[in-house]
C-alpha cells in the first residue's frame, strides 16, 4: 500500500532554517509529481510547493518564494522541502501528499517561535 512518512519538524527561532524528508513506498514515486501542503491550527490546510516526477519543474506558493525551495532525490524515493528564514506564520502541520490524489502523509510538526 501507498505510505508517505514525512520527518524534519521541529521548534525553531524565527530566521532559522528546517529540511523536511517525505518517503515514499507503494507506487512509482518516479513518475509522480509531489506536493507539500500545511496547516495551521484553525485554517484550512494550503498549498506549498509542488515538484514534478523528473524534479526540473517546481512551483511554490507566494507566501514562502524566495525562502523554501522543494527537491526530491527519486533513488531513495524522497522528496525534501528546505525552509529557510523561517517565521511565526510558517507554523504548521506540514503534509506531503502524492500530486492531485488520496495519498497523504501524516504530517510532521514545524513550530517557529522565539
Known amino acids: 500500500q501507498v505510505q508517505l512518512v514525512e520527518s524534519g519538524g521541529a521548534s525553531v527561532q524565527p530566521g532559522g532554517s528546517l529540511r523536511l524528508s517525505c518517503v515514499a513506498s507503494?507506487?512509482?514515486?518516479?513518475?509522480?509529481?509531489m506536493s507539500w501542503y500545511r496547516q495551521a491550527p484553525g485554517l484550512e490546510r494550503e498549498f506549498v510547493a509542488l515538484?514534478?516526477?523528473?524534479?526540473?519543474?517546481?512551483t511554490v506558493a507566494n507566501s514562502v518564494r524566495g525562502r523554501f525551495t522543494v527537491s526530491r532525490d527519486n533513488g531513495a524515493n524522497t522528496v525534501y522541502l528546505q525552509m529557510n528564514s523561517l517565521k511565526p506564520e510558517d507554523t504548521a502541520v506540514y503534509y506531503c501528499?502524492?500530486?492531485?490524489?488520496?495519498?497523504w502523509g501524516q504530517g510532521t510538526q514545524v513550530t517557529v517561535s522565539s
Open positions: 501528499r502524492r500530486h492531485l490524489t488520496a495519498d
Open positions: 507503494g507506487f512509482a514515486f518516479e513518475i509522480a509529481s
Open positions: 515538484i514534478s516526477s523528473g524534479g526540473g519543474g517546481t
